[in-house]
Structures are given as C-alpha cells and as structure tokens.
C-alpha cells in the first residue's frame, strides 16, 4: 500500500516524458487510423495490459472508438466502446464544472473565500481560513501538498468526517505560491455544491451534466460500476510482466475527486461539449465563460521550458480541473486519472476541434499516453513518431540507472540490534487527526498493521525501527518488494511507547500517530469493584464511579473528571490523556485495595478508604 502511491508519483513523471517527440518519417494522410490495429495490440503485449478502448472526436462527431484486448482477462471477455471503466482523477473537470455553472446561475462566486459557503470547514491556520478562495482549490494552489494517505489509506464513508481532517493538515508552500495537486481541495468544490443546491455531489453532476450529455451509462460508485453487464474488471502488474487481477477501490466519500465510472463514448460526448464551445446539440451545458477561464492558465505546474531535444513541448500550466500543453505547436487541454487497476487520459486541442479519450484497465499505466500522442500525432498530421518504442526505451534507461544507483548504495541499517521492548509493548490504535487510525497487532512473533484495507509486517529494521510488507492474501509477503519508508516507533519519558513516526507525505516532516492502547470489552459487574474512594497520600481524596450505567470515571480534586478505559486486567488508560494509566490494586476475592496513578512523570500511589 505505501508503495502505490509512491508508485502513482513516479508515473506522473513518466507521464510527462511522453511528451517528447523526435522527427521521423511522414504517415500517411488518406487515412489518420489506417494500421492502428496493429500498432495497438503491439502496445498491449509490450506493456502486458489487459485492455483498453479509446474515442476520437473531430467537432461534434466520433470519428473512431474500437476497444482492445479485454476487460475479463481470465474469461476472454473483449473491451468494446461500451465497456465502463473508472477513469478516476478526469472526474476532476466535472466537478469544476458544476463551480462553473454555479456561478453563471447566480448562487456563488470564484473568487470568493470557500469559508463564505463552507464555513464549518477550517484550515491549518487563520490566514489559510480567511485567504484561500474557491478558485486557489481549482486550480491547486493552496499551498497544500497532496496528503492523499488520509483519504486513500483510511477512507470515508463521511465528506464532513475527510472535511475535518484538513484543519491538522499542513502546508508545506504559502497560499498561491506554488502548484501542489490535492484531491481533498476537489472534495471541498463538490460540498460546496452539496451546500448551495441541497442536493448531493452525485446527483448535481448527473442532473446538470450526465443527463444532458446523453452519459447514461457513467456513474459514481464501485456498486454501480459492478452493476454494469459491461464493465472492465482492474489489473495490475507483478514483477514488470506477470498481469494480475486487483479489487476494485470504493473512493467513498472522496468522490468528486475520482470516483465517476464512464466509457470512450460516453466521455467523447463530454469532450464534444468542451470542443464545441460548451455546447451539446446547440445547447449550452457548460457556460461559455467559465470555459475560457477553465481553460486558461490559472496556474503555472512547472518551468515548462523547452528543451534542445524536444523543441516543440514546452509550458506546463492548470486551469479548472484541466492540465495545459503546447504539443508540437498545438494548444492541449487534458486530465489524467489513477485509480487501483485503471488509468485514463482526457484530452482535446481546442483550436483543432478534436478530442481523443483513453481508458485501460491496467493500474499505473504508461499506455493512455503512448496511444493519444500516437493518434494525435495522425490526426494533426504531423512526422511519425514511435511513442511506444520511446518511452520503452526511457523506462529500460530509468531501470537501469536505479540498478547502477543500488549498487552505489549503501546501507544505514545498525546490525545485531534489536527493539527496546518486547514486541507485545508496541501494539495498540495509533492516531493522527488529520489522517485516522491504524492498528499494530502481535501475531505470534511478529508485528502485524493493520491499515485501512491493507496488513502490513513490520520486520524490524533496527533498534525500534521497523519495515513495512504488504501480505497479499493469496502471495503471501514479497521480501523483495521493498518500501523506502519506515516505521519508527517513539517513546515518552517514562520509556513506555507512546507513538509512530512516518513519512506519509514527502514534503513535510515525518507524521506522528499518538498511541492509545486498544480498548477491551468489560461488563458494568465488573467496574464495580473499582468504585470507592482513595486516599492520595493525603494530598486528595480520589473518587472512583460509574456513569450512565455503563463508563467508569476518576475524579481528582481540581482537575476535570476522567473517562477510563480498560486496556489489560485492572488496568484502564485515561482517554483524553495519552500515556495515563491507573491500575488497581486487587485481592485474591477481586476486592479493590488501592490503586495507582502511571504517568510519565512518575507514579502515584492511593489507598482505598
């Protein structure tokens, strides 16, 4: 699990090195697609994918859409235009979009702070509450890094739950300073639509956009998707070749970040829109004005400058959920999407009036932008390329490199070391408010956690550092499958372990989860015989009692009242309190004769009266 989304970065990357092109031999002009069969069944075996089914769109007409390989590898099942897909961050535009027709109605303003229509939402700091606007989240300039592991590791059913998770977000740039991708800051535009109309995310885009656009086979949920008679199974890759079957991801509640579902013509009518000025069969679906600004440059991505060996690529900006492109002279408007076992592209050339969608079942995947630049390449004729073989020879490159930079490497690992408590310390619920809660479990003789869906091993690495393994149900641990990031646990004062350091997002410092011991299952019989009152030495007297016919509670003078929970055998830690314990003292015949205060200050002992 931490390595996909390492994983998802890395193909970002390569992504945007299959923009480069090279002059080559001229294609023919009679006919844009005339042996593209060939050179499409040559691109799946080279990347061993299962399918994949792409859409062309000139004006308002499909020009071309055929499906590829299969969307049930292990029962031959082919792809056709019609097979669904998730196409995943490409939802992005939609709900954008649903901003945009929003403010041509008159109910809200982009320019406006997103707290004038959220105002239950909080940010890190006060400037980023009164500063950041509707537009700064369109176009991911918040100063926000990407903390996509609080959505995608502990998911949500809720959006106010993932909501309050950003006020214990930090930011890693000042607001406007540079271009960060956050997902959650497409979350918040589909709640502000929730808010304005009353009605959810789902139904907005489906009303305004899905249902105009003839869509009626996109939806928004695994359920749905599942549903569908034609819709593609996900899969992955296995040690660079071997194809194999993932589970879909349920993206809940984080849904108008990624979770709609569609097919190349369902999606071909929706480029057709943005082609032909927002119109769709002479009717406008998308205001002609938010058009132009959505895809303007509302924010500069990277330099973008052009390099001697591809003089013809060059900028890179964002508008409203749309990545911006000179491709070979030609202006490209274009979203990505990732999502376990599918990747997707989006693009149209505005001034060219076509549009071309990729949809592939294959996760992480090279392949939607090999086959766009090659059909782009045909459509506006311009020299031959070989895309495929390009980036093949640019991944062959990176491989090697990362094998020449292994053997350079060289290990911080501190031998014959071994952690500092017995492994039964270190289990326990850890907590970060802006991310949730995962579990470390003991089994047998090793560390288990518990992530979202995910088990990991945590082999120890050194000293109280430890390495996480994903455990596949069916494989078993890969050893080999190495994750560059650790797990360091922490200790208080007193040398109890209180925590977890890990570096979920890389441009901040390493996230502390705070422990709390695992709550266990106790009857109202037995906490009562720990009511009573005890004598602190004197000092105070300390009340123990039941509340609501079910919590016990300790009161010391002075202090606020605190709710204890059972954590081992007349042991209760105090809930609010991290690292504070009482245990009691109890006869033989389970009679309470005392107790005391565990605190990393020290402990406090107090008779009972």
């Not at 927002?278 to 303007?296: D, Q, R, S, T, V």
Request: proline letters at 5%; aromatic letters at 12%.
């Amino acid at each position: 699990m931490i390595k996909k989304l390492l994983l998802a970065s890395i193909m970002l990357a390569v992504f945007v090195f299959a923009n480069a092109q090279k002059k080559n031999k001229p294609i023919s002009k009679a006919d844009p697609f005339a042996g593209l069969d060939t050179t499409f069944e040559r691109i799946l075996s080279d990347w061993h994918a299962a399918g994949f089914a792409v859409a062309v769109v000139e004006k308002d007409k499909v020009i071309y859409a055929k499906g590829f390989g299969y969307r049930d590898l292990e029962n031959k099942i082919p792809v056709t235009p019609n097979t669904l897909f998730a196409i995943g961050s490409c939802t992005k535009a939609f709900t954008a979009s649903i901003l945009g027709i929003l403010q041509k109605d008159g109910k809200l303003e982009l320019n406006k702070p997103v707290r004038n229509y959220l105002p239950e939402l909080k940010f890190f700091n006060d400037n980023m509450n009164n500063q950041i606007q509707l537009v700064d989240m369109m176009s991911h300039r918040t100063g926000l890094p990407r903390h996509d592991y609080s959505w995608y590791a502990f998911p949500s059913s809720s959006r106010d739950s993932l909501m309050k998770r950003i006020q214990y977000m930090e930011p890693s740039y000042g607001l406007r300073e540079k271009w960060q991708y956050n997902n959650f800051m497409f979350l918040l535009q589909g709640m502000v639509a929730e808010k304005i109309t009353g009605t959810s995310w789902e139904n907005n885009v489906q009303e305004k956009i899905f249902k105009p656009l003839g869509m009626n086979s996109s939806n928004f949920s695994i359920t749905d998707l599942q549903k569908n008679k034609d819709a593609s199974l996900g899969y992955g890759l296995k040690k660079d070749s071997i194809i194999k079957k993932l589970d879909y991801y349920n993206i809940n509640a984080m849904g108008p970040a990624g979770s709609i579902n569609s097919n190349v013509l369902d999606m071909a009518n929706w480029v057709s829109t943005w082609i032909n000025g927002g119109k769709f069969n002479g009717k406008e679906i998308i205001p002609a004005g938010y058009m132009n600004e959505a895809m303007g440059a509302q924010m500069v991505v990277g330099t973008g400058l052009p390099t001697k060996e591809r003089p013809d690529v060059f900028f890179s900006n964002y508008g409203f959920g749309w990545m911006l492109a000179s491709y070979k002279g030609h202006f490209r408007v274009e979203h990505g999407g990732n999502i376990d076992g599918f990747s997707a592209s989006t693009c149209f050339f505005p001034s060219d009036s076509v549009g071309i969608i990729v949809l592939t079942n294959q996760n992480g995947s090279s392949m939607p932008s090999i086959i766009r630049n090659t059909i782009a390449d045909r459509i506006l004729k311009l020299p031959y390329f070989d895309w495929n073989e390009d980036l093949k020879k640019s991944v062959a490159k990176a491989k090697l490199a990362e094998k020449e930079g292994q053997k350079s490497k060289v290990s911080n690992q501190k031998l014959n070391t071994h952690p500092s408590h017995p492994l039964k310390d270190y289990e326990g619920l850890y907590n970060h408010p802006g991310y949730g809660t995962f579990e470390v479990s003991l089994r047998n003789d090793s560390l288990i956690c518990y992530m979202g869906k995910d088990v990991l091993w945590l082999k120890n690495y050194h000293y109280d550092i430890f390495e996480p393994f994903d455990i596949d149900p069916k494989d078993g641990i890969d050893t080999t499958d190495r994750s560059p990031t650790r797990v360091a646990f922490q200790m208080n004062e007193a040398g109890d372990i209180n925590g977890i350091k890990i570096a979920l997002e890389p441009t901040l410092p390493e996230l502390k989860f705070d422990k709390t011991p695992k709550p266990k299952e106790i009857t109202v019989d037995d906490l009562k015989k720990y009511i009573g009152e005890y004598d602190l030495a004197g000092a105070a007297l300390v009340k123990v009692y039941i509340k609501n016919n079910k919590t016990l509670f300790v009161f010391v003078p002075g202090q606020p009242e605190y709710e204890l929970v059972a954590v081992e055998k007349d042991k209760f830690s105090l809930k609010v309190l991290n690292g504070y314990f009482v245990q009691f003292d109890l006869t033989d015949k389970g009679v309470s004769t005392g107790l005391t205060f565990i605190q990393p200050n020290g402990n406090f002992k107090a008779k009972k009266k």
